[in-house]
């Protein structure tokens, strides 16, 4: 057994208060019957092997995720101390904040697209949603100029198909 096992198992087992207690419950019948009261000698550690299996396998759906998620903290620090234009600045500040908003969701929304049975198609429509819609709100708002403001539907009809790919 590897050393986090034979630590936990002496914590939580072998240690001399748990050994103590345990004998004292044993013998004066405190909690249930005493066939009840056999403390288990080991703790079986979970293997997580099966899901690195399935992060490796599905793509580079949950590094996106990361460089997602991390471009839209910073893009989030940005917007928040941005000074936007006073003629329309109210409306530039709801736009932005809009597209973090998505951002951050779909981010989050990537890392469980490996558990996904199609998990390319899930992934690339929600990573496209991201770019489009996230992407040309936040041009709007840092711009004001509107030319790409027709990749936002785009963008929005690629979460949707995203989050639906998830069900196939």
């Not at 000074?83 to 530039?92: D, L, R, W």
């Not at 936040?138 to 069900?167: E, H, K, N, S, V």
Request: hydrophobic share 40%.
């Amino acid at each position: 057994m590897g050393y986090l096992a034979d630590s936990v198992n002496y914590v939580i087992f072998t240690n001399p208060v748990s050994t103590g207690l345990g004998q004292i419950i044993k013998k004066t019948g405190l909690i249930g019957s005493k066939s009840n009261m056999e403390m288990p000698s080991t703790v079986q550690i979970y293997n997580y092997e099966p899901l690195h299996k399935l992060a490796k396998a599905s793509g580079p759906f949950v590094r996106i995720a990361g460089l997602m998620g991390a471009s839209a903290v910073v893009l989030g620090a940005y917007g928040a101390h941005k000074a936007y234009p006073e003629e329309n600045k109210e409306e530039m500040k709801r736009i932005y904040e809009t597209a973090n908003k998505f951002h951050f969701i779909h981010s989050v929304a990537l890392l469980g697209v490996p558990m996904c049975r199609k998990p390319v198609i899930s992934g690339t429509l929600l990573s496209l949603g991201i770019v489009m819609f996230c992407g040309s709100c936040y041009y709007t708002a840092f711009t004001g100029d509107r030319r790409f403001r027709r990749l936002a539907p785009i963008g929005g009809t690629c979460f949707i198909l995203g989050w639906l790919a998830m069900i196939l």
